[in-house]
């Protein structure tokens, strides 16, 4: 007896509708907005929880888990949310091009966001923020510190790589405003030639 072979039809990929799609997309960005809120507010160590994102947000904790399901990741788009309000095309840099492109738009943007800038360097949860990018934030930077300067041994690529992070930070539009007077224009254009010094000693050793 011959037994036919049965033949099993390709399965179709989920139809993803493009309305819940936008949908999925602004519940997820109020979220991201009401923690940044939060976090301009100078609130306490403990308040930026999976409940009062929520609360704020208008949703339900679980539609917060959905997008979000670790306490890094809501981290992560928070950190996605305050830079997206500081200009377009602000992110982590992962080369020397990005890194100088974004560099201006970026300190003018900590004068527009310093409620929330000034919070991520000074609270907790802020640092909580900020360090939940320290191994992204170190892997871009030494990987500028290696295209400016491709035989660096590993601690000088380290020490490169963290003094660029530092000029391309709040860290350095914090104190230069605080102990200089400078706004963000300034405070910019002075770390950019610093930035851009340092890439030339850089290249000289290459």
């Known amino acids: ?34 923690a940044a809120d939060l976090l301009g507010e100078g609130s306490t160590a403990d308040s930026i929880t999976f409940r009062a994102v929520a609360e704020r947000a208008g949703v339900t904790e679980m539609t917060v888990y959905r997008h979000f399901p670790t306490r890094q990741a809501l981290m992560h788009g928070l950190w996605h949310q305050i830079n ?56 871009a930077f030494r990987g500028i510190a290696r295209e400016a300067a491709p035989t660096l041994s590993p601690a000088e690529c380290t020490r490169a790589a963290a003094v660029l992070q530092l000029l391309h930070s709040a860290h350095a539009w914090m104190s230069l405003r605080e102990q200089w007077g400078l706004d963000g224009r300034e405070i910019g254009a002075a770390t950019r030639w610093a930035i851009e010094t340092l890439l030339a000693d850089l290249r000289r050793k290459a």
Do not use: W
């Open 1 to 34: 007896m011959t037994v036919s072979k049965v033949t099993r039809k390709p399965r179709k990929p989920p139809y993803r509708s493009p309305l819940r799609q936008a949908q999925a997309a602004q519940t997820r960005e109020r979220i991201e907005c009401a």
């Open 84 to 139: 997206a309000r500081m200009a377009p095309g602000i992110g982590m840099p992962d080369n020397i091009d990005a890194l100088l492109a974004q560099h201006a738009a970026l300190f003018a943007g900590f004068d527009r966001q310093a409620p929330q800038i000034v919070a991520s360097l000074v609270t907790e949860q802020g640092r909580e923020m900020r360090s939940s990018l320290n191994e992204q934030r170190c892997k």
